[in-house]
């Protein structure tokens, strides 16, 4: 059984940092891709970057690269999302979802329950 859990949201001042983290498990191989999502009330959920647990490869969205880092720690299966110079704009719910690969093209298999992220001004 696939799970993939979050944590690591809470509130912070804008200008501060959260580190987000993703555990995974049940995975029956190793080559899969995990992405970071958010979803503001009243919104859609976007893309915020993913990362090929294989590889390394690293993708963010526009609004996000220079403050947002993505990474892996594989030998703990879990994924994390360092968050830094915070903006009220990335209040959100985050989500981590496991597909085959990162891209555009990028189909969720697994969604996580989510972790809230509220940034204050």
């Known amino acids: 059984e696939v799970q993939l859990v979050e944590s690591g949201g809470g509130l912070v001042q804008a200008g501060g940092s959260l580190r987000l983290s993703c555990a995974a498990s049940g995975f029956r191989f190793d080559d899969y891709a995990i992405g970071w999502f958010r979803q503001a009330p009243g919104k859609e959920r976007e893309g915020v970057s993913c990362?090929?647990?294989?590889?390394?490869?690293?993708n963010s969205a526009d609004a996000v690269k220079g403050r947002f880092t993505i990474s892996s720690d594989n030998a703990k299966n879990t994924v994390y999302l360092q968050m830094n110079s915070l903006k009220p704009e990335d209040t959100a719910v985050y989500y981590c979802?496991?597909?085959?690969?990162?891209?555009?093209?990028?189909?969720?298999?697994?969604w996580g329950q989510g972790t809230q992220v509220t940034v204050s001004s």
């Open positions: 979802a496991a597909s085959w690969k990162c891209g555009s093209s990028f189909e969720v298999w697994y």
């Open positions: 990362i090929s647990r294989s590889d390394g490869t690293t």
